[in-house]
Nanobody
Framework: QVQLVESGGGSVQAGGSLRLSCAASGSMSSINTMGWYRQAPGKQRELVAAITSAGSTNYADSVKGRFTISRDNAKNTVYLQMNSLKPEDTAVYYC?????????WGQGTQVTVSS
């Protein structure tokens, strides 16, 4: 079983920055993909960014150039640096770890961007 604990959410004005962290613990393969999804009220959950254990990254078009995903494999931790935040980035952000068999989700952390 894998547990994910997120931190770093909060409220910020448009143009500001936040950094999310997600630490994984438990029994897991060293080969996995970690990432972030988000869900705004009334909308479907969408992929924000993902990174493989080898370091390959993937971003949603809406965050390219503003968000950066990274990971520390020794700490089993993934980060999401969010710059130039916009009100439309407001959502609950969820961390995910996918080991190729199933995905594990964090509890979510709220990000609120005011105009």
């Amino acid at each position: 079983q894998v547990q994910l604990v997120e931190s770093g959410g909060g409220s910020v004005q448009a143009g500001g920055s936040l950094r999310l962290s997600c630490a994984a613990s438990g029994s897991m393969s060293s080969i996995n993909t970690m990432g972030w999804y988000r869900q705004a009220p009334g909308k479907q959950r969408e992929l924000v960014a993902a990174i493989t254990s080898a370091g390959s990254t993937n971003y949603a078009d809406s965050v390219k150039g503003r968000f950066t995903i990274s990971r520390d494999n020794a700490k089993n931790t993934v980060y999401l640096q969010m710059n130039s935040l916009k009100p439309e980035d407001t959502a609950v952000y969820y961390c995910i770890l996918n080991n190729g068999v199933r995905g594990y989700w964090g509890q979510g952390t709220q990000v609120t961007v005011s105009s």
